[in-house]
């Protein structure tokens, strides 16, 4: 019996948010809105995601001991993740400085701060927590020989999620333990390199031939194409009128992986998932965004 439905190693980070008309060009300078602050990181925002929807979610991540980090576990404690294996100190918050044109597009950059600070041996001391969860999800704004750590700390018989945001080459033994590899049309080009085709059908061949037990690439307004040894199969978008596509892909993966945690097949979890990601375009912010499964249930 599992203690946990999902376990989320990863990022937490303050958002720091600034509208523009456009993005601002190289040495160029743009002026914006006001200055908004959103807790954040692909971590917190996936185990944020899951607890809306109702999933018992914990959060394995490090914050720094200043008012950005008191920000993320007050927003993790809100939504019902348990936080025991949040960290505190060694580093100051990560901050991402996001910027969100009138489309909702969105550029960000990361620095990382605590999260860099998230070590191999952090996630030894978790490893009662690690294997009491039925799935496990990573992303990549922590050190990728964490992320190998807890693929190593994994209970026999639960499920590894990555989303490898932001992108870089991935050793065999991360690879072979995704079920599934969630990635976009960046990201599966900077996995695959040289070994990338034209079509996402090409992207999801070429990703499970690396070892990868499932893949999942998103397309965007294009819905997403899901693939195993049996086959691929596309899961259409939902239409939504788009306000901000800031944590749309976290709270995705979020959703896909409780879903799949639960037993369902990896299209059905995907086509669920999209559904969630559709409410949370249609909402400013990202934490803020995720829907609850009465709303996902009503779209």
């Known amino acids: 019996m599992y203690d946990y439905d999902l376990l989320v190693v990863g990022s937490a980070n303050a958002d720091l948010v600034i509208g523009v008309e456009r993005r601002p060009t190289a040495g ?28 018992r979610t914990a959060l394995l991540a490090r914050v720094g001991d200043d ?19 949040v960290l505190v100190g060694g580093a100051p918050t990560g901050v991402a ?54 693929v190593r700390t994994l209970a026999p018989g639960s499920r590894f999620v990555l989303n490898p945001s ?20 960046h990201e599966a080009r900077v996995v695959l390199g040289d070994g990338a085709g034209p079509e996402p059908d090409d992207w999801a061949t070429a990703l499970l031939a690396l070892g990868p037990r499932s893949v999942v690439v998103t397309l965007g307004a294009r819905g997403a194409l899901v693939a195993d040894a049996h086959g691929a199969v596309r899961v259409p978008s939902v239409r939504v009128e788009t306000v901000d596509t800031t944590g749309a892909g976290d709270s995705f993966t979020a959703a896909l992986a409780w879903r799949l945690g639960r037993g369902e097949p990896l299209s059905a979890a995907a086509a669920y998932a999209a559904r969630v990601g559709a409410v949370a375009v249609t909402r400013p912010g990202a934490q803020e965004s995720f829907p609850t499964a009465e709303e996902v249930e009503s779209l």
């Open 28 to 55: 160029e300078t743009v002026l914006g809105s006001d200055l908004v602050v959103h807790p954040g990181g692909k971590g917190a925002n996936q185990s944020v995601a899951a607890a809306r929807l109702g999933a």
């Open 67 to 85: 008012a950005h980090g008191r920000l993320l576990l007050d927003s993790q404690r809100a939504a019902g993740v348990d936080t025991a294996g």
């Open 97 to 150: 400085l996001i910027t969100v044109d009138p489309s909702g597009d969105n550029s960000i950059v990361v620095s990382p701060g605590a999260n860099g600070r998230l070590t191999p041996e952090d996630v030894r001391a978790a490893a009662s927590l690690v294997r009491a969860s039925r799935v496990v999800s990573a992303q990549l704004e922590i050190p990728l020989e964490t992320v190998v750590e807890t």
């Open 166 to 185: 932001p992108p870089r080459p991935l050793p065999a033994e991360v690879l072979a333990a995704c079920d599934p590899l969630i990635v976009n049309e």
